[in-house]
């Protein structure tokens, strides 16, 4: 496999695993275990029965918490470093047999783009838990489950389109991060000024 496409799956599984890390884990440990698609032999580790069961059965567990809410906001919590230890983890071992270097500048990107997937999801959850109804939570939680296994799909299928995809979803993110960073500097700017003497 070309660099492009080792980047290419590095950067899109690790994004994956910022939004859903077991979702991601069980998806590569299956594909290993079915040879849907060659794979380095550091993969071969999520092919283990252990891990695919483990994997599975705490994403049953965030499938339900995740429709709940503010119970999704405290699992989020939790896993503000599970996700970006998983991210880093999987990017590692998408390298395969590399020299330290490599490894840690892997597990930085890996940590780092999945760090900024899962603050992402993080922040959206907790915007929608303003909201009374349950409605939104269930919608996110789809669409988030479906974006995971999507983006996971094209990671091992195709690693160009999915860096290509990844990059985008990054850059959103990070023009997205920009506009409500400005906007919360505005309203934290109004509520210092001081209110208007009554005369």
């Not at 890390?21 to 040879?35: D, K, Q, S, W």
């Not at 599970?82 to 890996?110: D, N």
């Not at 269930?138 to 296994?149: I, K």
């Amino acid at each position: 496999m070309d660099l492009v496409a080792l980047l290419g799956q590095a950067v899109a599984l690790a994004l994956a695993a910022g939004v859903n890390v077991y979702a991601t884990v069980a998806l590569i440990g299956l594909a290993v275990r079915f040879e849907w698609v060659a794979l380095p032999a550091e993969y071969h580790v999520f092919g283990s029965n252990v891990i695919i069961g483990a994997a599975i059965v705490l994403y049953l567990v965030e499938f339900v918490a995740d429709k709940v809410p503010w119970v999704d906001s405290l699992w989020d919590v939790v896993h503000t470093a599970v996700r970006p230890i998983g991210g880093a983890f999987i990017a590692v071992a998408t390298l395969g047999e590399a020299s330290p270097v490599a490894t840690v500048v892997a597990a930085l990107v890996g940590g780092a783009v999945a760090t900024s997937s899962h603050l992402t999801k993080a922040g959206t959850r907790a915007m929608a838990n303003t909201s009374p109804e349950p409605f939104s939570n269930w919608a996110l939680s789809l669409t988030e489950d479906a974006f995971v296994l999507g983006l996971g799909y094209l990671a091992l299928q195709y690693p160009v389109a999915a860096l290509i995809v990844a990059l985008a979803v990054l850059l959103g993110i990070l023009t997205f991060s920009v506009v409500l960073l400005r906007a919360a500097g505005r309203w934290l700017q109004r509520w210092r000024q001081p209110a208007p003497a009554l005369h």
